[in-house]
């Protein structure tokens, strides 16, 4: 018996290697079908994350506290428990007020120690103070002058030393708000037994005349008070005899400065002088002290009770001036 191979047709393997490669292909196909089924189940996975992440921070943020809305609230209620609280002390207060009565008053405790005495100011401590003051002013003002005439002189002299004038020399003069001192402007006659008002007074040019706080009318003669106080005035009449008659010892001529032409109601300044004199010319010189009321004024008046008449001279003057109040 002869051995032999068995020798399988070539159709039939071709056929079987055929199902096997079909075999093949279809695994390989279910392998990335799952393959892809897997990654769309990854992939809808993490959308569903992603969406459920987005609706977790929406309602976080739907969540997050709004800061108008709490102040407005915290100040709501606030105002309101602030409004109880003070409902609830008047209460209190007005149920303790009610229930509290008040008791009879104790008898007085004892005096206490006397405190301590005070600082004595005086007149010359004040004076003392102010002239401390006005002599470190001047020195500071003095230094400023002294470096501004001389900027050189302020690196090697920085001090002025001792002042020259002693402040405690100074007296303190007061400023005159009120005086004048006019003189008459032309010849005045006055006739026998006449009682006359000097007017026509003028500044006079030059120097040493003066007219402050426009208190005196050239034009009237009178000077009005600028307000209350005590006044000092002086009137200087140069006479002159018109004729030579033989006079009586009743014949004088009287310089009066009257408050409000009243000579004989209000208390004025008067000068008395006969007219018996070896000059034709002389002077009569009348001064004194009134206390004016404010708006009141004082003039100059001649009574000529002689039986001549009498010539006052330009040039006589007449002044005044407020000394205080």
Known sequence: MKMGVSVIPFRTSFALWFLILVGILEAIEVLALSGDIQRSRESSNIKTYRIVKKQES???????????????????????????????????????????????????????????????????????????????????????????KCPKCKKTNTSLGEPLIDIDDISII???????????????????????????????FG???????????????????????IYQFNVN??????????????????ILICIESLCQKHTSLKFVTGLESNSRVFTISLSGILQLKKDQYTSVYVDNSSIMPVSIQSGSDFSGILLGT
Not at 98 to 109: A, C, E, F, K
Not at 117 to 133: N, P, Q, R, S
Not at 239 to 247: P, S
């Open 58 to 148: 929406g309602q976080k943020r739907q969540r997050r506290v709004d800061p108008q809305g709490s102040w407005l609230t915290f100040v709501r209620h606030s105002s309101s428990a602030r409004g109880e609280n003070r409902r609830k002390k008047y209460d209190r207060r007005r149920n303790s007020a009610i229930l509290r009565i008040p008791g009879p008053r104790g008898p007085p405790g004892e005096r206490g120690p006397p405190g301590p005495t005070g600082a004595v100011v005086t007149k010359e401590y004040l004076m003392k103070e102010f002239k401390e003051l006005v002599r470190d002013e001047a020195a500071r003002r003095a230094q400023a002058l002294f470096a501004l």
């Open 237 to 254: 009449l140069h006479l002159v005899q018109r004729k030579r008659k033989r006079l009586k010892k009743r014949d004088n001529t009287r």
């Open 174 to 204: 007061p400023k005159v708000t009120a005086a004048f001192h006019c003189r008459l402007r032309h010849n005045v006659i006055v006739s026998s037994k006449t009682f006359l008002e000097l007017k026509r007074f003028n500044l006079p």
């Open 207 to 229: 120097g040493g005349a003066f007219h402050r706080g426009n208190v005196f009318n050239p034009k009237e003669g009178r000077f009005t008070a600028p307000r209350d106080g």
